[in-house]
């Protein structure tokens, strides 16, 4: 299974830009799909998860201005990122928790991140 992201670059603040992040390979089901990021010189963070069937949880630093939605059809998550502020710069990883048959327990892969920078 790979997970595939994109979508960053350079914004603004006050800005909007928009990840993508599809799964390909032996998927079966995705149960979570979400995204984390890393800041320099700091600890990985979750930003938002979605749990299929479930509304989507968000780390308190982006609610309101953040939404996560996913296709289970395309096996893809996304994270619409408005009102952006320099301390939203990080690299951004995708997550996803993938069964790859019904009886096999879910596996956490993540993607190979995407830098989001904003100026200020």
């Known amino acids: 299974v790979q997970l595939q992201a994109s979508g960053g670059g350079l914004v603004q603040a006050g800005g909007s830009l928009r990840l993508s992040c599809a799964a390909s390979?032996?998927?079966?089901?995705?149960?979570?799909m979400g995204w984390y990021r890393q800041a320099p010189g700091k600890q990985r963070e979750l930003v938002s998860s979605?749990?299929?069937?479930?509304?989507?949880n968000y780390a308190d630093s982006v609610k309101g201005r953040f939404t996560t939605s996913r296709d289970n059809a395309k096996n893809a998550v996304y994270l619409q990122m408005s009102s952006l502020k320099p301390e939203d710069t990080a690299v951004y990883y995708c997550?996803?928790?993938?069964?790859?048959?019904?009886?096999?327990?879910?596996?956490?892969?993540w993607g190979q991140g995407t830098l989001v920078t904003v100026s200020s």
């Open positions: 979605i749990t299929d069937g479930r509304a989507p």
């Open positions: 390979g032996s998927v079966f089901s995705i149960t979570v």
């Open positions: 997550y996803a928790e993938v069964k790859s048959g019904w009886m096999r327990p879910p596996i956490a892969y």
